[in-house]
């Protein structure tokens, strides 16, 4: 669950058709001194500084210190990757951004400054992105090659013999072993409460006394568990595409598939509109049974492609349309993809799955899918029942077990936080953004009457007049409040 690009890069849709030292924060001393119930030994992290450097664009960059083990602060440390984008007026702060996954990197997302926060807020605050432990340049988890990925992201997940099972557990099973020979060292120490309190010490790196907070999708959970820890560490969160922390691994997996029907309803909707829709007959049932003879067929024979070798598989095919309902900016995209597929070219579906895997042009990944599985396989270790009925995924293989107490994060004591749900919201349904906002004894709800994943910067001025209203002032909306659907500016067909 990450929040992708609220629009696709012009790279992406041409495919388609120095180093100065910033002042450092000063120490401070509270914050060194041991607290209670906190080990002395980390004393030595919350009073750390944050040698900044000039790293392009007006940003600058940092290395955090923390413990690999909170229960053994003495032991190692690891390195948690910061950026920063100084506030253009009189700075009142710091908010700190994480963009979902597990596994995304908060410090690519920052430079994306206009996706995550609005000018008004950027005035008065510093942008701050960090990559979570496990992430991307931060002390990161390392698996599969580059290589290895692509057949992995190209493997059958709706087995229909007994070899293609047997051929996907083994898969499964050898991810598995991957992570643990080149980060078995790091596995243990990935959960997210581990990155929640990474998170604070990096509050108080920043010199600030609360934490100002925006997390979309799993940033959701990641911020809750945060508050749930540090009640009185908490300033303002905003908790845009909630999870719902009482879910299971299994559960969270059934909702968004749900979610992601819903989405592709919408998009059918609005694609009988279009000019350029790949669907002459106007009618859901038809259009639906159009794309599932196509995914019958691909699983028979993959798509031609004439972006590189790869074989458009019916997972690809799968993974591009779920890319696409992301966002609704995507949507003329996925018209253009599915009707080059009716007609045997993949290339469009095979792009957006690269964008969803985070392939890049040379063919490497970043390592979000990792990192993605580590902390879930922590977080969300896998039932029996949801193994048998949907087969093995690299958790069942994992070698770290943890046993996480699957319950309700209240956060008592915390300030109001805000809880934003899109009714359309593919990836998290809106009924979870419901429960966290009623678990939270100061959850504060927000529903936006859209689609896409995600609402805080998506094109909604009243979402973005609330969300900024609450950011700069602390004046949460009343619970409860609803924000209108966005009219779309319709592309036209070409």
Known sequence: MRRLPSVITPALAGLLIAGLTATAQPARAAEAAPAPGRPAALGVFYGQRLSWIACGGGYQCAKLKVPLDYAKPGGDRIDIAVIRL??????????????????????????QADAFLSPAVRARFDLVGFDPRGVGASTAVRCFTDAQLDGYYAIDRSPDTAFEVKNLDLAQKQFAQACQARSGKLLPHLATTDAARDMDVLRSALGESRLTYVGYSYGTFLGATYADLFPGKVRALVLDGAMDPTRTGDELGTGQSGGFDVAFES???????????????HRLGAANKKVEALLTRVDRAPLRNVYDGRQVSQAIAVTGVLSALYSESAWPMLRQALADAFQGDGTRLLLLADLYNERRADGTYTNSFAAHEAIDCLDHPPTREATAR????????????????IRPLRADGAPPILVIGTLRDPATPYKWAQALASQLSSGVLLTFD???????????????????????????????????????VRASGR
Do not use: I
Not at 86 to 111: C, D, F, I, K, W
Not at 450 to 475: E, I, Q
């Open 267 to 281: 998009f059918l909707r609005d694609c009988f509109k279009a000019k350029d829709c790949p669907f002459p007959t």
């Open 450 to 488: 859209g689609d896409g994943h995600t609402a805080y910067r998506k094109g909604s001025a009243c979402v973005d007049r609330l969300v900024d209203r609450y950011l700069t002032t602390l004046a949460a909306p009343a619970n409860g409040t609803n924000c209108p659907k966005v009219k779309p």
């Open 86 to 111: 100084p506030a253009t007026g009189r700075r009142a702060g710091a908010v700190v951004v994480n963009p979902g996954g597990p596994g995304e990197s908060g410090v690519q997302a920052a430079r």
């Open 390 to 405: 949907t087969g093995t995924t690299p958790c069942d293989y994992w070698p770290v077990r943890r046993k996480r107490s």
